[in-house]
Structure formats: C-alpha cells, structure tokens
T-cell receptor
Framework: DADVTQTPRNRITKTGKRIMLECSQT?????MYWYRQDPGLGLRLIYY???????NKGEISDGYSVSRQAQAKFSLSLESAIPNQTALYFC???????????FGDGTRLSIL | AQSVTQLGSHVSVSEGALVLLRCNYS??????LFWYVQYPNQGLQLLLK??????LVKGINGFEAEFKKSETSFHLTKPSAHMSDAAEYFC????????????FGRGTSLIVHP
C-alpha cells in the first residue's frame, strides 16, 4: 500500500460545485502539505500543516480551505470550484523541514 | 527569501549521452537542496539531497549533483542517459531556520531519444 494516498485520483466537476480532495498517510509524519501543479509553473503551495492544531496558508490559498482531521489525514476543499482551478493536486508529508517530502500520486481535477 | 531557477523547461539528449539539468538557487542562509523526479501519472520521488557535508551527492538511478556555494548551483548529472530516464525533474530549496518550507523550481522535462 502507498504511504501517502490521495482520493479520488481523477475528478471532473462543474463550476460552482464544492469539492473535497482527501489525503491520508501511514508514515507517521507531522508535516503535511497541499500543492497544485500546472504545466510550466512547477509546484505551488496551497496550504501546509505542522500538526493537527497548526494550519498555514501557502502562496495560493485563495479559493481553497483545508482540514487536518488527524495526524494522518489532511483534506483540501474547493468551496465553489472555478475553471482556473483545473490542475493536478498533490499531497505531501515530511518528518521535518530539512528532510525530503513524500508525495501521493496526485488528483487530476477538471472543472468545466 | 529563497528561490529556485531551473534553466531550460525541456532538455533533449540521445540515449547514452550525458545528462545535465541545471538548477540555481537563491538563499540568504545555508540551504538544503533536493532533486525530485516525476514519472507520468505519478507523484514526485526523491532522487537525491544535500544537507551538509560532502558537496558531491549521489542519488538513485546513477544520478548525482554537486553543491557549489560560490556559484549558487546544484546541477544534476548522469553520465549515460537511458530511455527510462525520460521524466520531469524538479529542483527544490529549503532555507535553514524559519519554517523550513521548500520552494520548487518550475521543472525540466528530460526527453531521451533512441
């Protein structure tokens, strides 16, 4: 089983819908992150969490919200999806800031 | 503030040729540096990392990178490309101190021709 699991892997939805992307991990890491990947733009940080009670905005948090339900679970929500949120979304974990991140396989989200 | 520049959004090499992917960083304090690889329909996987110590770092699949402080560079190399090396490669930097949040480059797509 994967250490970092993202669900769903693919999602097509319509403008204005509420969407939740889920991430769970079995690595026991405190730090969790949500990124979006767009062609030519690399990975951009949406939100990050250092523990259940610590959640922080990244560089592109507008239009997104998160919930850290437990050490192992970190969900990303789009309250009212818009087409320019069409992207590949990744969840990642790390044991500390200077150790490498471990990524899920991503969720491909298309908003029509 | 930290930043990363990857020179060349696409690099094309022939199978068996040298692979050189360039990464320059900006950091006001000693950095931690990483290279990740992304294969189609997969997440990023760590290739190698530099934290402290030896400046020449060896990673998986025959890749290595050298930290050059004077040039603020961390270029990724492999002596002989394989078809299986075709993928997207990302350089990332984390500054020591502060919140230790990494910044990623925009990525370089490596194309390997037979």
């Amino acid at each position: 089983d994967a250490d970092v699991t993202q669900t769903p892997r693919n999602r097509i939805t319509k403008t204005g819908k509420r969407i939740m992307l889920e991430c769970s991990q079995t690595k026991g890491h405190d730090r969790m992150y949500w990124y979006r990947q767009d062609p030519g733009l690399g990975l951009r940080l949406i939100y990050y969490s250092f523990d259940v009670k610590d959640i922080n905005k990244g560089e592109i948090s507008d239009g997104y919200s998160v919930s850290r339900q437990a050490q192992a679970k970190f969900s990303l929500s789009l309250e009212s999806a818009i087409p320019n949120q069409t992207a590949l979304y990744f969840c990642a974990t790390s044991v500390s800031g200077y150790q490498p991140q471990h990524f899920g396989d991503g969720t491909r989200l298309s908003i029509l | 503030a930290q930043s990363v520049t990857q020179l060349g959004s696409h690099v094309s090499v022939s199978e068996g040729a040298l692979v050189l992917l360039r990464c320059n960083y900006s950091s006001s304090v000693p950095p931690y540096l990483f290279w990740y690889v992304q294969y189609p329909n997969q997440g990023l996987q760590l290739l190698l990392k530099y934290t402290t110590g030896a400046t020449l770092v060896k990673g998986i699949n025959g890749f290595e990178a050298e930290f050059k402080k004077s040039e603020t560079s961390f270029h990724l190399t492999k002596p002989s490309a394989h078809m299986s090396d075709a993928a997207e490669y990302f350089c990332a930097v984390t500054e020591s101190g502060g919140s230790y949040i990494p910044t990623f480059g925009r990525g370089t797509s490596l194309i390997v021709h037979p």
